[in-house]
């Protein structure tokens, strides 16, 4: 799982300067305990240690630091599925594989993925249309790995995209009810819920 | 479908009297617009066309109108899937009628459903402990059918409570993505999920 779950680990590394990334970090936590409407820009400037001026160099509203965390979010779960697609294996291997670390990453970044779900309808116009195409993305890429299977004959799916929008749902909604003190840990979701997708696409003992 | 989808046409239509009721909705409304946190009590007040000193006369705190909300809204969503569980017919047929019924729900009452599923966090205590007693008869009544289809025969499912698991996150889901203008109706869902879970319990074709 090393190389599948390295993506998700550190979901912010790559904002600079490090005051940015803190500015992050302090605006998910504060986004999932009150909500995005409830939070102001003092309320994260303080979680970060910083002033409100100081935000104010790096982001000029709460709505960009929004679309930052929904853009590095969704760009992130993209990349976990295009590298899924793109790994060797049958349709069915390939499958299991993009249900795991989807369902990983929904596990372990439960609280980002939430913000990043639940508060789509508080971004800007624009910045609402870019993370929808993010979206159109990831479905277009779950869609694929179901149809090689349908087109190779390992799969039976009466509807795809129907079947495309569920399995997405089941992984994304892992964000919602996971508890990293419950007992199944985020590789024992992503096992049982490959063997479901797997079933659902009539795919399941045909690796 | 007329009365499988009954109860969730009219979910607060017990509330007395038509004040208390009025609350309520406007509740509803505030907090899947802006969340809990930002709501206020004179937010509610104001959209249900009353003065706060009227609302203090129905609910003492925000957290009481949250509360009943999550309480009529479990108690439907229970009481639907008990009906299913106790209709005629093979596992199969009632775990599809169950799956059909708790989607529409889902679907229909989409911005109940969402604030009852999103804001559990802001109960109070008791309250908080309150629903989730109503949460795990969800879970039950959701496993005996898939239960009875193991020992029937009928189903195939290495993992009873983790498939059950599944089966409700997929269902509950619906509510976050559903779009009552997008081309899937709430009984189109409901069809499409009552074969995909047939599927993932193995029981496919075997009414």
Redesign the interface.
């Known amino acids: 799982m090393g190389t599948e779950t390295q993506p998700s680990e550190q979901p912010w590394a790559d904002i600079a300067p490090d005051a940015a990334r803190r500015l992050v970090t302090a605006a998910v936590e504060a986004f999932a305990e009150?909500?995005?409407?409830?939070t102001t820009t003092r309320d994260i400037a303080g979680r970060a240690g910083m002033s409100p001026a100081a935000l104010y160099i790096h982001y000029k509203t709460k709505e960009e630091l929004l679309y930052k965390i929904s853009s590095v979010g969704h760009r992130l779960s993209l990349r976990i599925l295009q590298e899924a697609a793109a790994s060797d294996g049958s349709p069915a291997e390939r499958l299991a594989t993009a249900v795991r670390s989807f369902v990983s990453w929904h596990a372990e970044r439960h609280t980002t993925a939430r913000v990043v779900?639940?508060e789509l309808g508080a971004l800007g116009e624009e910045h609402y249309a870019e993370i929808v195409g993010l979206r159109r993305e990831v479905d277009t890429v779950m869609r694929s790995i179901i149809q090689d299977g349908v087109d190779a004959g390992d799969f039976d799916v009466?509807?795809v995209p129907?079947?495309t929008?569920?399995a997405l749902?089941?992984c994304?909604?892992?964000a919602?009810?996971f508890n990293p003190e419950g007992r199944?840990g985020p590789e024992d979701v992503g096992e049982?819920?490959a063997?479901?997708v797997l079933?659902?696409v009539?795919g399941?003992g045909k690796p």
């Open positions: 009150r909500g995005y409407h409830a779900q639940y009466p509807d129907g079947t929008l569920a749902s089941l994304i909604d892992v919602r009810w199944r049982l819920y063997d479901l079933r659902m009539g399941a």
